[in-house]
């Protein structure tokens, strides 16, 4: 287990509402190796950001969170991030040296009221640093790092004089500040050109081969997902229903949701005009679900009796590939 960096076993975070339970992340379990990525797939609503924001614990209320969440440390020690205290000193400290999140939108993310500079030093005196001017010295250096032009100039604007690209730019560069070992990037690139998203992808790329962090990379677009990950976790309705490397997610997958999400792909070389593939249907909103498989409402290959009977467990395809399906089974 040395090349693990962290180890999420059957993580469940709920949300006890008037309605009944909403069981946003239901029975979730993943590694993350140490240098590696992770990606992280599933349309609107199928508990990717819960699960990341569950990792840094930062959970609103009446959110509560059950499961291990293992953080192997570089001291060869581990520890268990579920039972921690949120507000506690251990879990501080972890937030931002160990573990770092880019938020998803970073218009929203960042204080319209202070400065860039501000904001990016703020986790270095939180952490210890006491001399402002060196504080500085390391933001500007690290805005200038993620191509940030005229860094000793910008690092003094607020957020709305920067353009998105700068903003998200900006955003990696504050969870950077204290070179984390995992940084979670929560669709990092939505919102933003094609153009900019490739510098970003290239950017977050560079900075893995520079410090040997792992990262956790949230998004719906499966191209990304090619680009930027070497395992791939496919989400819906807060389970896990496939997992493996990028080339066998790509190359053999076997979840019909996998499948249904991978046709919805454009294509070139495909006619104008033609409509593309969709998966019918929406997610259902998980409150007191019945333990089936989620997926079955929306399922071309539905069978009644064992789709609806109870959830399959995984089932390994080969070594590393799992898929929760009764076809497999």
Known sequence: MSDVLLEVKNLRT??????????????VSFTIPRNRTLGVVGESGCGKSVTAQSILQIIPKPGTVSGEILLHRDNGGVIDIGQLDPDGETMREI???EIAMVFQEPMTAFSPVH??????????????????????????ELLDEVGIPAPDRRIDEYPFQLSGGMRQRSMIAMAMILKPRLLIADEPTTALDVTIQ???????????????MSIMFITHDLG?????ADEVAVMYMGKVVEYGSVRQIFKNPQHPYTKGLLRSIPKFGESVGDRLATIDGTVPVPIDPPDICPFSSRCAHFIPGRCDARMPPPTEIEPGHTVNCVLYE
């Not at 709920?14 to 029975?27: C, M, P, S």
């Not at 990304?224 to 930027?228: L, S, T």
């Open 198 to 212: 490739a510098q970003i992808l290239r950017l977050m790329k560079k900075l893995q081969r520079e410090s040997g």
């Open 115 to 140: 400065t860039i500079g501000n904001q990016i030093t703020e986790a270095l005196f939180v952490h210890g640093e006491r001399s402002k001017a060196m504080a500085r010295q390391r933001a500007v």
């Open 14 to 27: 709920h949300f006890q509402l008037e309605e009944g339970t909403l069981k946003a992340v239901d029975d």
């Open 95 to 97: 937030r931002g040296r």
């Open 224 to 228: 990304v997902i090619a680009n930027m």
